[in-house]
């Protein structure tokens, strides 16, 4: 598994989180599997053929798993990037 983590300063809208998760789909030329695209809740579950492993959910393949938060204590938006899926708290 391989996790990355980054952070933007303030609370991102679901308009700069579509953004850059949609840029980071495009880039790796990954075809979403299954998404939940809300203020509350943001998950995208993708698969790429530029990675070789994978995992099947509900039958299909998954290996780029996208997330975001926001934390309020420390005022920053975090963005998770996980192949084949996020296996840390969020």
């Known amino acids: ?5 980054g952070n933007l300063d303030g609370q ?3 308009a700069l989180k579509n953004l850059i998760s949609n840029q980071i789909i495009d880039q790796m030329e990954a075809k979403i599997v299954a998404e939940n695209r809300t203020e509350d809740i943001y998950t995208i579950y993708a698969y790429t053929s530029q990675v070789e492993d ?6 299909k393949k998954i290996n780029l798993n996208i997330s975001a938060s926001y934390d309020e204590q420390k005022n920053k938006t975090f963005f998770y990037i996980s192949t084949p899926i996020i296996n840390t708290d969020y």
């Open 1 to 5: 598994t391989v996790n990355l983590t």
């Open 54 to 59: 994978s995992i099947k959910v509900s039958g």
């Open 12 to 14: 991102a809208d679901l």
